[in-house]
């Protein structure tokens, strides 16, 4: 594929020229053209400008999935102002750290996640001390004041500048925070509108197709792989404001979606539920299946239960825009559900080996490097330690474990930071998760190391559901069959319900406190006795 100099704002004029008159945007009952949100989005473009919101700057948007945050985002595209997207279920402290880091002058706002009563949360932000002077804006109850503001005479006649470079940022997203300090991932124009195209090329997405949009926007798998690539492909889009399994299946169904893009877990929490067989989703043709890993046997099942969908496993982080493999769109089944297909023309990848820091050969285990037109622009965090994985010489160090097999495919492992090293060991929590996973169809597990006074690590093994001793002796028998002794978790616990971030990735240092409390009696008592033995050996 040949790269582009275009900025998202000039794709979506081009859009506009193409297929006017098409359905762009389905959001409950309201429908928009492209021809409509163009001139809607012109009008609230002009009304920004005279705000005094001018090219370049930050502009805070958070809010669900809504017609209004795709309005305000294209909006910002068209003046050329930056757009931090921030996830609507921070809390009111992560909010201001957000706005502090992206240095945030105005913020738009929809509805927040759960209970959180967006409109008290930005009063208190407001008079917040920390981010004085900063306007904000709830999207929803301004958009009819802003269409009156559009129609003055000022505003009629204001020209809005075309943005020509696509070497300047577009966007501004936050990690989740759930395993580190919250930064801010700085991603231009030329890297998220060639990293659609790439993605469409690869899925053959074009005009005719359909797209049940259901992951956040403000996630890069919402921004680039869902909405950049509608307005590339000319799709339309039924946007779902949150998951929800049994709504996501009525609207594939009255819409007649063709695409369906989610996370494993929203893939598996659909072929689970019983009530899924009662919509006809025969629709469906393709997808993607990313942003954290999937194991064979479920991809398999959920690919049994959508015969229809070409559903592609994919590779990709937010730093990376975000995509850096994907399957081949013809690939059978097996090979798609073992890796994370091959890695996207115009970039480099390499694996380096932990230790020696060489590269290494097919089939060898390493941290995934990556570089190219994708790679962020930079960092932007209030703690510059976590700010080092972009290298001077341009190479993006992932923290993502992973091999190259014969065939160029990449299958990763884990994450660097998740390794687990017992008694000089490096462990892979993965390959004992996929162990445990075997023993009992449908089980939800997470590994992870805890500190040991002499092993450096013990390994912690959490299942979701109720306590279950009959089945922490059925896992145990497995793994005894099936893998080293140094491996065999020495610990087992029980959580009734994974806390999930809203991305649906397990929230892993949410889930590790709950996890360490309940074991908390147990490690104690395993510690004395280690320390009584040690004691008594040198007596």
């Known amino acids: 594929m040949e790269l582009i100099n275009m900025t998202v704002s000039k794709c979506f004029r081009e859009r506009v020229k193409k297929t006017p008159n098409n359905i762009f945007l389905n959001h409950g009952k309201e429908a928009f053209t492209w021809s409509c949100v163009d001139k809607i989005t012109d009008k609230v473009a002009k009304v920004f400008l005279e705000?005094?919101?001018?090219?370049?700057?930050?502009?805070?948007?958070?809010?669900?999935?809504?017609?209004?945050?795709?309005?305000?985002?294209?909006?910002?595209?068209?003046?050329?102002?930056?757009?931090?997207?921030?996830?609507?279920?921070?809390?009111e402290k992560e909010l201001i750290?957000?706005?502090?880091?992206?240095?945030?002058?105005?913020?738009?706002?929809?509805?927040?996640?759960?209970?959180?009563?967006?409109?008290?949360?930005?009063?208190?932000?407001?008079?917040?001390?920390?981010?004085?002077?900063?306007?904000?804006?709830?999207?929803?109850?301004?958009?009819?004041?802003?269409?009156k503001l559009a129609e003055r005479k000022v505003c009629k006649e204001m020209e809005i500048p075309e943005q020509e470079d696509?070497?300047?940022?577009?966007c501004i997203l936050f990690t989740s925070g759930t395993t580190n300090n919250c930064k801010g991932v700085m991603l231009s124009h030329y890297s998220i509108v060639n990293n659609a195209r790439e993605v469409v090329k690869q899925m053959r997405w074009n005009e005719n197709d359909r797209m049940c949009l259901s992951v956040p926007l403000f996630h890069c798998f919402g921004i680039t792989v869902s909405l950049l690539t509608t307005i590339i492909a000319g799709m339309s889009i039924s946007l779902i404001h949150k998951y929800k399994t049994m709504h996501v299946c009525k609207v594939i169904e009255k819409n007649k979606c063709t695409v369906l893009n989610g996370v494993p877990s929203m893939f598996l929490a659909m072929i689970k539920n019983p009530q899924m067989e009662e919509y006809d989703l025969s629709s469906l043709k393709s997808g993607i299946i990313a942003g954290s890993p999937i194991y064979e046997n479920e991809y398999l099942e959920i690919c049994s239960k959508l015969p229809g969908i070409k559903l592609q496993t994919s590779y990709g982080l937010?730093?990376?825009?975000?995509?850096?493999?994907?399957?081949?769109?013809?690939?059978?089944?097996?090979?798609?559900?073992?890796?994370?297909?091959?890695?996207?023309s115009n970039i480099d990848v390499k694996i380096?080996?932990?230790?020696?820091?060489?590269?290494?050969?097919?089939?060898?285990?390493?941290?995934?490097?990556?570089?190219?037109?994708?790679?962020?622009?930079?960092?932007?965090?209030?703690?510059?330690?976590?700010?080092?994985?972009?290298?001077?010489?341009?190479?993006?160090?992932?923290?993502?474990?992973?091999?190259?097999?014969?065939?160029?495919y990449l299958?990763?492992?884990?994450?660097?930071?998740?390794?687990?090293?017992r008694g000089g060991e490096n462990i892979s929590p993965v390959e004992i998760e996929e162990f445990i996973k075997e023993v009992k169809n449908g089980l939800e597990v997470f590994v992870f190391g805890v500190k040991s006074e002499v092993l450096q690590e013990e390994i912690v093994a959490c299942i979701e559901g109720k306590q279950n001793l009959e089945m922490i002796k059925k896992i145990k028998e497995h793994l005894d069959k099936n893998i080293s002794k140094y491996k065999i978790p020495s610990y087992f616990v029980f959580v009734e319900k994974f806390p999930k971030n809203s991305t649906g990735k397990i929230?892993?240092?949410?889930?590790?406190k709950i996890s360490l409390d309940l074991l908390s009696d147990e490690i104690e008592e395993?510690?004395?006795k280690r320390k009584e033995k040690l004691d008594n050996s040198k007596q």
């Open 51 to 91: 705000q005094g919101i001018k090219k370049g700057d930050r502009i805070g948007i958070v809010g669900v999935n809504s017609a209004s945050w795709v309005i305000a985002f294209l909006s910002l595209q068209k003046i050329g102002a930056v757009a931090a997207l921030i996830n609507p279920c921070f809390k």
């Open 97 to 147: 750290d957000c706005i502090k880091i992206a240095n945030i002058k105005h913020m738009f706002y929809t509805n927040l996640c759960g209970d959180n009563s967006a409109d008290k949360v930005m009063k208190n932000i407001k008079n917040s001390r920390d981010v004085s002077g900063i306007k904000i804006y709830n999207i929803e109850k301004t958009y009819q004041e802003w269409m």
């Open 166 to 170: 696509s070497n300047e940022l577009a």
């Open 318 to 344: 937010t730093e990376a825009s975000p995509c850096v493999s994907i399957a081949d769109y013809d690939d059978d089944l097996h090979k798609k559900a073992k890796t994370s297909g091959k890695i996207i």
């Open 411 to 421: 299958v990763v492992v884990g994450r660097r930071k998740n390794l687990i090293i």
């Open 352 to 408: 380096i080996d932990l230790n020696s820091h060489q590269e290494c050969k097919s089939n060898e285990v390493g941290e995934i490097y990556v570089k190219g037109y994708n790679v962020t622009k930079g960092y932007l965090a209030s703690d510059p330690v976590v700010c080092d994985a972009v290298q001077e010489d341009g190479w993006l160090r992932t923290g993502d474990l992973a091999y190259l097999d014969d065939d160029g």
């Open 526 to 528: 395993r510690s004395r």
């Open 507 to 512: 929230n892993e240092k949410e889930l590790k």
